[in-house]
Nanobody, 127 residues
Framework: QVQLVESGGGLVQPGGSLRLSCAAS????????IGWFRQAPGKEREGVLC????????YYADSVKGRFTISRDNARNTVYLQMNSLKPEDTAVYYC????????????????????WGQGTQVTVSS
């Protein structure tokens, strides 16, 4: 059974850090592009960043550039989202997703490009 499971969300103060994990089962993550999306209350889902399946290229939304990084651990079949310098506007449910197709800067944020989705994990940035 194909499954993606996010973990690591929680409550953090502004300026703090969190690391989210996206663990895959039923398929091998390194054959897929992995994206992270987020959805805040009352807002549309937003593509935040992506790591490609081939050369490890990464794509970032301007809102998180310089603060968030994405990485793979193929041995653990897991992708990580390191979030630093968190702001209240980063508060959202964060989802990871896997795409069998190649991604680029013009496609990584389109949710219809992705084949599998996790259930999401809540991140709340508040003092």
């Amino acid at each position: 059974q194909v499954q993606l499971v996010e973990s690591g969300g929680g409550l953090v103060q502004p300026g703090g850090s969190l690391r989210l994990s996206c663990a895959a089962s039923g398929f091998t993550l390194d054959y897929y592009a992995i994206g992270w999306f987020r959805q805040a209350p009352g807002k549309e889902r937003e593509g935040v960043l992506c790591i490609s399946r081939n050369d490890g290229s990464t794509y970032y939304a301007d809102s998180v550039k310089g603060r968030f990084t994405i990485s793979r651990d193929n041995a653990r079949n897991t992708v990580y989202l390191q979030m630093n310098s968190l702001k209240p506007e980063d508060t959202a449910v964060y989802y990871c997703a896997a795409a069998s197709s190649a991604m680029n800067s013009g496609s990584y944020y389109r949710d219809y490009e992705y084949d599998y989705w996790g259930q999401g994990t809540q991140v709340t940035v508040s003092s």
